[in-house]
Structure formats: structure tokens, C-alpha cells
């Protein structure tokens, strides 16, 4: 069964508008790990941020924000004044306890920046 | 540091050939993860390693084998290529495996194709 869903495949905007990307997840265990990577086009995979379950204090920082959400197991991430570099694919991610740190990812939502 | 570095970036293969996926770390990682990455999907583990001589298997390892005789080394080996083994494979490490605190590190990637 899929753990992460990012039920937007793609998202495309103009530079400077605002663009949130939705996860969803799924888990029975209480203690957890949530993560968004950004894919950009050359391929390699960059760690954003991390969230640990018990700690649902959104976060800013620079021009991305997170939302974190357990009543909803939602885990929203938010790019303000998107510029062009920001195209890329970005991944949420789920880690459970005791997983030795593997990772379940979902498919992706690919974000265009267009100038 | 090199970080993790993976080669070849890409490899045409006939069905039924062999090949090996190489990986390397050095950062005195413990754990070491691969994963596929199918188009317009996120990653899927395929197996990973938390130790010299210590491995096991992740979602999809079927057609695919591992082997983890250094600390700094975690090859991928395709028996008998399929064309449903055309992908991306990331190769990641972390050191402890401790999601709370730790950071996988994802190396550049091999494009294979299976024709």
C-alpha cells in the first residue's frame, strides 16, 4: 500500500507566485520521520528538511515553509516567490521507527517555474 | 570528500546480460541504501546494508543481489537484465541510520537501459 501520497503530478507557475506542494501519509506508528528532497533537472537528489512526529511547529526558512499537520497526516511544503531555479521535482518522504533508515518516497510533484 | 559517487552514469544493456552497479562512500558510513527510481515515480529501496557483511532486502529486490565487503563499498548486481529493470539507481548512505538525526546522502545516479 502506498505510504506517501502527492496526488499533484505536476505544478506549473509564473516566477514570484507562491506554490505548495501536498503529502499525505500513512503509518501506524506513533513515532515517525517526514522529509521533502528536491530533485532539480541534473538529476541528484538535495535533503530540505526533516520532521520528527512530535514536533508539529511549522517552520520557515528562507523562501520555504512547512506545514505539518497529524490530525490530517499531512506534511505541505510551500515555496514563496518561486523563481526559476526552484523547478525541480520534489519527493516527500516517510521513515518509520526501527526501519534502519529507509526511506518511502512518493511519486513526486514536478514543479515549473516559468519566467 | 568525494561524498557517494556511483558509476557508470549510464549503461545501455541487452536482455539477459550482467552487470555490476558500483558505489562508494567516503564518509565512513555505516549504512548504505539503493534504491529505482521508474519514470514519473519516486523511489522505490531495493536493498540496503547497515554493516561490513550485513545486508537485506527492501521493496523490490527481485532480479537484483548485493554484496557489502567493505565499509565503503555497496555494488549492485543485475543477473539476468529485463527491460522491466530500466531505471535510475541511486545509491545512498547514512551513518547511523538514526532518522531523527541522520541524513541519507544520495549519490548522482546510473541511468540504465535495458533493451
Known amino acids: 500500500a502506498q505510504k506517501v501520497t502527492q496526488a499533484q503530478t505536476e505544478i506549473s507557475v509564473v516566477e514570484k507566485e507562491d506554490v505548495t506542494l501536498d503529502c499525505v501519509y500513512e503509518?501506524?506508528?506513533?513515532?515517525?520521520?517526514l522529509f521533502w528532497y528536491k530533485q532539480p533537472p541534473s538529476g541528484e537528489l538535495v535533503f530540505l528538511i526533516r520532521?520528527?512526529?512530535?514536533?508539529?511547529q511549522n517552520e520557515i526558512s528562507g523562501r520555504y515553509s512547512w506545514n505539518f499537520q497529524k490530525s490530517t497526516s499531512s506534511f505541505n511544503f510551500t515555496i514563496t516567490a518561486s523563481q526559476v531555479v526552484d523547478s525541480a521535482v520534489y519527493f516527500c518522504?516517510?521513515?518509520?521507527?526501527?526501519?534502519?533508515?529507509?526511506?518511502?518516497f512518493g511519486a513526486g510533484t514536478q514543479v515549473v517555474v516559468t519566467p | 570528500n568525494a561524498g557517494v559517487t556511483q558509476t557508470p552514469k549510464f549503461r545501455i544493456l541487452k536482455i539477459g546480460q550482467s552487470m555490476t552497479l558500483q558505489c562508494a562512500q567516503d564518509?565512513?558510513?555505516?549504512?548504505m541504501y539503493w534504491y529505482r527510481q521508474d519514470p514519473g515515480m519516486g523511489l522505490k529501496l531495493i536493498y540496503y546494508?547497515?554493516?561490513?557483511?550485513?545486508?537485506d532486502k527492501g521493496e523490490v529486490p527481485n532480479g537484483y543481489n548485493v554484496s557489502r565487503s567493505t565499509t565503503e563499498d555497496f555494488p549492485l548486481r543485475l543477473e539476468l537484465a529485463a527491460p522491466s529493470q530500466t531505471s535510475v539507481y541511486f545509491c545512498?548512505?547514512?551513518?547511523?541510520?538514526?532518522?531523527?538525526?541522520?541524513?541519507?546522502?544520495f549519490g548522482p545516479g546510473t541511468r540504465l537501459t535495458v533493451l
Open positions: 518522504a516517510l521513515s518509520e521507527t526501527d526501519s534502519w533508515g529507509k526511506l518511502q
Open positions: 545512498a548512505s547514512s551513518y547511523s541510520g538514526q532518522t531523527s538525526t541522520d541524513t541519507q546522502y
Open positions: 546494508s547497515v554493516g561490513a557483511g550485513i545486508t
Open positions: 520532521r520528527n512526529s512530535f514536533d508539529e
Open positions: 564518509m565512513n558510513h555505516n549504512y
Open positions: 503509518t501506524r506508528d506513533t513515532t515517525y520521520y
